[in-house]
């Protein structure tokens, strides 16, 4: 398979920080991996995030995406990769509430002044496979949380971006639209081979993907692979890696 996001020891230590963000992280993911980052609070799987995706430079080390190596970018360079080259979806949608939906998804093609009637073309296809063709022309208000959400998915993926960054992206969301987004992220990855990094700290969330990396002290502590198990498999093989590294006791005294 493709190497889609490669990091070789990369290391993050901000102004008056006695203790690195990230401390010499190294690996490796492939096209078509959906990806947990798991951790407690301040355990550096925001920080990854923001390097790996030219929001933040590492102290040292390198960043790799799709055969580019972006550590040294300038925020010109930097911002014209994300425009090109990246997804993000975080935990609030930044839909625009004077937008339908099938405007918002649009907005990144019509930064990179794709043809009207292949944006067209390119929303109609998406909003079928990612099941919102029904609220195309719905403004943000009209819609329910899980609703904004899977069209900020669909506005993310439009470009067919090599790799997609999510932020806690069922944060918001009760339980029904938390699994409502997950299965739609499963489906970019199994219908658009995209390949998702995602910070969560909820074993629920986590066991959609098929590889876990659990961060303490700006390291990753230890990896947990889905092997092929079903979801249910997997989340007791995260329940159980909670209480093995006593990640998070708060996080795990909310979901048993």
Known sequence: MKSILKVQNLTKIYKNQSVPSLNNISFEIEQGEFIGLMGAS???KTT????SSTIDKPSKGRVIIDNIEIQNFNSYKASNFRKDKLGFVFQEYFLLDSLTAYENIAVPL???KTAPKK????IIKLAK???ISEILNKYPKDMSGGQRQRVAIARAIIKQPPLIFADEPT???DSASSTEVLKTLQNAIHQLNTTILMVTHDPYSASYTNRIFYFRDGKIISELNRNGKNR???YNMIMNEFLKQDLNREDVQNVI
Do not use: D, K, M
């Open 129 to 131: 496979i990612l099941g």
């Open 110 to 112: 019509t930064l990179l």
């Open 42 to 44: 301040g355990s550096g």
């Open 119 to 122: 944006i067209e073309l390119e």
């Open 48 to 51: 990854l995030l923001n390097v």
């Open 232 to 234: 249910n498999e997997f």
């Open 171 to 173: 944060g918001a969301l």
